[in-house]
């Protein structure tokens, strides 16, 4: 008897091992429908040349309904969203057939008057460069869109614009998303495209400035997420697209030690190799994957830098100035 | 485990224990709220300190938290706005440190939630310390005095929480409570008739005790004071986006007040006798104005008088011992 219970046991244990898969976010940024590079121009919608050099946002308080209306909440998982990063793995559950998915963007109360140093850097909630907390009122960014317009018609987008919402009434619950997902070879790809666009408009990005605070643009921009449907559910294809796509920039918001975002075409591990103008190698950092955004954490002095990406038969070059 | 962290961490519970460190809190003082997870004790208070004046801190290591924050002026600069790297001058003035540890928030609009998250602020502002917090960490890790005190204080080597933590425990042992006002409550010594006057009228003829009371001289309240119509700092508003919190700024301690001029969010006033000015004026006309601001007289006697009660309340023990 007490033999078959163990047989059961292991038996049920195994079942419930095997029936994990793998959660993946998959993160399509697409501006005007097409997908979004940081090294590209777009158009706004009253039709000025916009480059947008930074887009992150949090994704929190992620809940899934799945197999038969079964709810499981991702309390504990954070997503710290890139506009260059598509792929985000959620963790393991015990699911299947996944048929709505709600979350929200931002953080809630408790994390957002928490303190980043309590986190590691490598938590979407710790220390971020760029920053994503900012110390002042102890606050996260929940959603920060950077960029230059133009504002003389010239085709040329050269008048920059920061905003970056700030404060607990940013917080956008997002639970529009149905759409089916099942589960195969135990992996299951959450697939939403994320339409830039949309969070931008009304928005007076000509006399937007630099506006980290909890303003009414900033809270126009952040409601636009709802309204105006800025995640939306889709089968995998167009993820295809987006993986031929090549997008090497520099962020300089800690001008001394910046931060590579890097968006490779081909999904391997790359090493990336910083060297100075005098062909010295400065820093060296391996198994980066093929798409990320890495803080140089090191202070350089001015000069000319490049960056390989070494993968495979694969190498990619890109070159930043420290002034 | 190997010899040597037998060793050490031997070592490290006969001399250092976490012992909770007993501050020196005056009798007639509370217990100042310490968190759970960064109970005082010797170890971080002596590495907070360290960390607390040393410019190593900022990017270009000219300017360290002391720079603003002097002991001599009760942790404050006697500065209009604070100076920050390169001579930058910063959007407010600075606030004293005094009894920072009985603060309910902290930044002068009270949006910051704890001492350990405001000690992350100048690090990341570009006109303070400008200095990634994890880059920061890589700095001090890279000091041997500074790995030692760290693994001592909190069992690890540098790292962001350590700073921002050390820092703070530093910062709560700032007590001031040795003034001439305060040995006059322990009944040391007696106040002159003039400071008598002068706490009379504070206590009992005026309305300064409605906000300024208690062992601190505040309510920790959050209010606006009528200093202009139209403010260029918004203060509050710009993290809450209320119209309520539009030009709404802490109340401050009075404790030291004499020696941290000049005054309000922005030093825009050079002398407790003006400030005594604007509140007899009734403050100007606010949406958010408290409303016991109301006009009132005294005469050149009574101002000199309020003003000799308040300057009862510097505490040179505090200012010489750090």
Known sequence: MIRNLILLFFFLNSTVCLSQVDLNLILNHKFNGDPFLYSQNYQDENGNAINISRLQYYISSIEITHDSGINTPLSSVYVLANGNVTNYFLGQYSIYNIEKLEFDLGVDYDANHGNSSNYSSQHPLGPQSPLMDWGWPAGYFFLVIDGTIDDNGDGVPNKAFQLRSLGDIMLQDVNYLTNSYESINNIINLSLDVNIDRWLSGIDLINAGIDHSSSSTNLNMCNNTVTNQVFEANDLSSLDIQQNLIDITTDYNVSYSPTINYKLNNNIDFTLSIYNSSGQIVLQSQNIGFEGNYFIRKELKSGVYFVFFNGGKYTYKHKFIIN | ?322
């Not at chain 2, 040795?178 to 400071?195: A, G, V």
């Open chain 2, 1 to 322: 485990m190997n010899f040597n962290s037998f060793i050490f961490i031997l070592i490290f519970s006969l001399f250092s224990s976490f012992k909770i460190f007993e501050s020196h809190i005056p009798s007639h003082f509370p217990e100042p709220y310490i968190p759970e997870s960064n109970q005082l004790t010797i170890e971080r208070i002596k590495l907070g300190k360290k960390l607390f004046f040393d410019p190593i801190l900022s990017r270009d290591s000219t300017i360290s938290c002391s720079t603003c924050h002097n002991p001599n002026y009760a942790f404050s600069d006697r500065k209009i706005k604070a100076i920050g790297k390169n001579g930058t001058i910063l959007e407010r003035n600075t606030p004293t440190l005094t009894n920072v540890a009985y603060n309910k928030y902290f930044m002068l609009d009270g949006v910051n939630p704890t001492l350990e998250n405001q000690a992350l602020v100048p690090f990341h502002e570009k006109n303070e310390f400008d200095l990634h917090i994890l880059i920061a960490s890589d700095r001090i890790s890279n000091n041997a005095d500074y790995v030692k005190l760290s693994n001592l204080a909190y069992g690890t080597n540098p790292n962001p929480k350590v700073i921002t933590s050390a820092i703070a425990s530093y910062q709560r042992t700032l007590i001031s409570g040795k003034s001439k006002y305060d040995q006059y409550l322990n009944k040391e010594i007696e106040l002159n008739e003039t400071e008598m006057k002068g706490k009379n009228l504070f206590y009992n003829e005026l309305h300064c005790a409605s906000c300024h009371n208690g062992f601190n001289f505040t309510n920790y309240s959050l209010t606006n004071n009528g200093l202009y119509k139209f403010y260029p700092d918004s203060g509050r508003i710009r993290l809450t986006g209320k119209n309520s919190d539009r030009a709404i700024f802490k109340v401050p301690t009075l404790r030291n007040i004499d020696v941290t001029h000049p005054y309000m969010h922005d030093g825009s006033i050079n002398t407790l006798e003006e400030v005594i000015l604007h509140y007899m004026s009734g403050g100007n006309k606010h949406e958010n104005k408290h409303e016991i601001i109301q006009p009132f007289q005294l005469n050149n006697e009574e101002i000199y008088s309020l003003v000799s009660f308040l300057k009862t309340l510097t505490d040179s023990t505090f200012l010489q011992n750090h």
